[in-house]
């Protein structure tokens, strides 16, 4: 590869010295076509044929809609997300809750027959700041929960009156379409959140009741709708309540910038092999879909969110070190992150944090520079494949864009290292229903999640920030909270089908399910020291050895 290590286009990775995989990724992507476009005005700043077509953000809450459309005039839209949720902040109980959704919200035109409480139960983490921790009693079984939903969208003028033909969309067009939820998976809950003290329901500063439909990702893009320089609003009617139209007033940006996000990445040095003690300069700029620069001290311009950047490690343990550059724009926070337990680098038993007064741009502005570390005094077992990340965000002319990056790297030894294997294709079969890319939109870009993956997911889902974002607690409380998971849930061997993963037995995952393990013990247990009493594997439960 050339001096820029690599480009992420939407999620998908195209080294630069081979220019032919643009188009293949995007096609993946089912946003690139030449043939069904039309022909585009002269402006150069309207993406045509060639390019990506933007896709926008649609939020309707509570019957209303959310903000105005900033545009741009003769460009051609698709859709990446359309929220309709409804919220009520001012209920006091689950059955309030329900009560609510189904009779005062604008959900109440929905088929609430067969609706009941399947489950209540805790998402928190042991270790993680109490305000992160949620309790949600979880409505489900209603009908219009696996009934199709359509929209219809009309471009307006000056006077309410309809420019060209309405677009017609239904969940059948978005990747979305079996399950009409976003990642968050909720359709229907009342939830207790930001807590003062773990655990105790009475000190939540949040009860809210909140119920969701969610379009996510168009998956047709011959379904395109054109914003003439006469446009005026955007009319939404749903097929559910097409009598109530939300308008979304329509503002024509004065002087536009190309569309779309690209994220490149330049290390140094560039080597084969690291190792234990060296520091490593990561420099990372971002473009458009055009490939021009995007100014990073132009955020407020050009609508770039945040750029962070991280170092995380093994493969194989990818918990067991991570660092981090966070530079949020939009919110002014900028920080250096640094987290490795076993290693010793930790501050109260949390993150060590260190607050930046401003993000470490380089002296154009134009790009980024940050230092990783690899640890001087890191042991012979986690040698292996590390890998330098970043994820960035554009906000932009209706447009809300994320594009990563992410360059495995090999310290200590040149041998790779790989994730241990589960038991997720057993059930998430790719081409079926339960392909886990149709079950969960991606958070990040349109490339669909897939089970193959596991250990990218964890880079980023780790034991940082206090394990507020752990991905193996978020699988188990997924799993043993569903009435559908097909197999018996003290039968760990039916996702740990590997004796390296049935071995790995976490204190915080146990109490996924076992919320009073070790409660009353003053010994804080390690992970590494729950195998000094818990030694007997053969029944695929963990439980205790002799006394």
């Not at 038991?423 to 079950?439: F, K």
């Amino acid at each position: 590869m050339g001096p820029w290590a690599a480009l992420v286009v939407e999620g998908y990775i195209v080294e630069r010295t081979k220019p032919y995989l643009v188009t293949f990724v995007l096609t993946l992507a089912g946003l690139f076509f030449t043939s069904a476009c039309q022909q585009q005005s002269g402006n150069p700043d309207i993406l045509d044929s060639r390019t990506e077509l933007p896709g926008l953000t649609l939020y309707i809450k509570n019957g209303q809609p959310v903000s105005s459309l900033d545009l741009v005039a003769g460009q051609d839209y698709v859709f990446d997300r359309i929220t309709l949720e409804v919220e009520n902040r001012d209920i006091k109980n689950s059955q309030g809750a329900l009560d609510w959704l189904r009779k005062q919200s604008s959900f109440r035109v929905l088929n609430w027959e067969g609706v009941r409480e399947a489950r209540a139960y805790w998402r928190n983490f042991k270790d993680t700041r109490p305000a992160a921790d949620i309790f949600a009693h979880v409505f489900e079984g209603a009908a219009w929960m696996t009934e199709p939903n359509a929209l219809v969208l009309s471009v307006l003028d000056d006077q309410g009156s309809p420019l060209g033909a309405p677009l017609h969309l239904s969940n059948q067009d978005f990747l979305n379409h079996l399950k009409q939820w976003d990642f968050d998976m909720i359709k229907s809950e009342f939830r207790y959140e930001d807590f003062a003290q773990h655990k105790d329901r009475n000190s939540a500063k949040v009860k809210r009741a909140v119920g969701k439909i969610v379009f996510v990702l168009q998956t047709n893009p011959s379904k395109r709708f054109h914003i003439p320089p006469e446009a005026k609003s955007l009319r939404v009617a749903w097929d559910k309540s097409p009598e109530e139209a939300y308008l979304f007033p329509v503002r024509f940006i004065a002087s536009p910038l190309p569309y779309g996000l690209q994220i490149e990445a330049r290390i140094a040095p560039e080597k084969d092999l690291y190792m234990p003690g060296e520091k490593i300069r990561a420099t990372f700029r971002l473009l458009n879909g055009r490939g021009g620069a995007l100014q990073l001290s132009e955020w407020s311009k050009n609508g770039v969110t945040r750029l962070i950047a991280h170092l995380d490690g093994p493969r194989h343990d990818p918990t067991f070190y991570h660092e981090e550059w966070l530079n949020d724009f939009t919110g002014n926070r900028f920080a250096y992150h640094l987290r490795s337990p076993a290693l010793g680098l930790v501050q109260d038993g949390q993150t060590i944090t260190k607050p930046l007064e401003k993000p470490p741009l380089d002296p154009d502005g134009s790009s980024m520079t940050v230092e990783f570390h690899i640890p001087a005094d890191l042991p012979e077992r986690s040698y292996g494949t590390f890998e330098i990340r970043a994820t960035t965000g554009r906000n932009y002319g209706g447009q809300f864009i994320e594009a990563t990056f992410h360059a495995p790297i090999q310290v200590g030894k040149r041998e790779k290292t790989a994730f241990e294997g589960f038991g997720c294709n057993a059930c998430h079969v790719p081409g079926t229903e339960m392909e886990l890319g149709l079950l969960i939109p991606p958070m990040v870009g349109r490339e669909r999640l897939s089970v193959d993956n596991l250990q990218e997911c964890v880079m980023c889902h780790d034991n940082s920030r206090g394990g507020s974002r752990r991905l193996d607690k978020y699988l188990h409380l997924i799993h043993m909270n569903r009435d559908n998971f097909p197999a018996d849930k003290n039968n760990c061997k039916v996702c740990h089908i590997t004796v390296a993963s049935i071995k790995k037995v976490s204190l915080e995952v146990c109490s996924t399910c076992h919320e009073t393990i070790h409660a009353d013990d003053p010994v804080r247990y390690t992970d590494n020291e729950c195998q000094n009493c818990h030694t007997d594997y053969s029944s695929g439960h963990i439980v205790p050895g002799p006394a």
